[in-house]
């Protein structure tokens, strides 16, 4: 029994189930927020950090590919060190 079978303890309040697959949204919403929580604590937080973060504290189902999250960013005007979108 791998220790994805079971419930997996992300921290002191919340249990996640492996088996539950994300939707669409709450997958963009956890990158937006995963890209976010980089940026502010001044790390990396390109596709690849993303994508690393995801996998090992959010334990996101299905993970998305680098180019996903790519396109997920740009997308939310999160790109090139920016926050969101800006007026012009």
Request: hydrophobic fraction near 30%.
């Amino acid at each position: 029994m791998s220790a994805y079978d079971e419930l997996t303890k992300v921290n002191d309040d919340c249990y996640s189930d492996q088996g539950r697959t994300c939707t669409k949204e709450e997958i963009e919403e956890t990158v937006v927020l995963a890209r976010l929580e980089l940026y502010n604590r001044g790390l990396p937080c390109g596709p690849g950090a993303i994508r690393k973060r995801l996998d090992l504290f959010y334990l996101v189902e299905p993970l998305p590919s680098e180019r996903t999250i790519a396109r997920i960013l740009a997308k939310r005007c999160l790109t090139n060190g920016r926050t969101g979108c800006y007026d012009e």
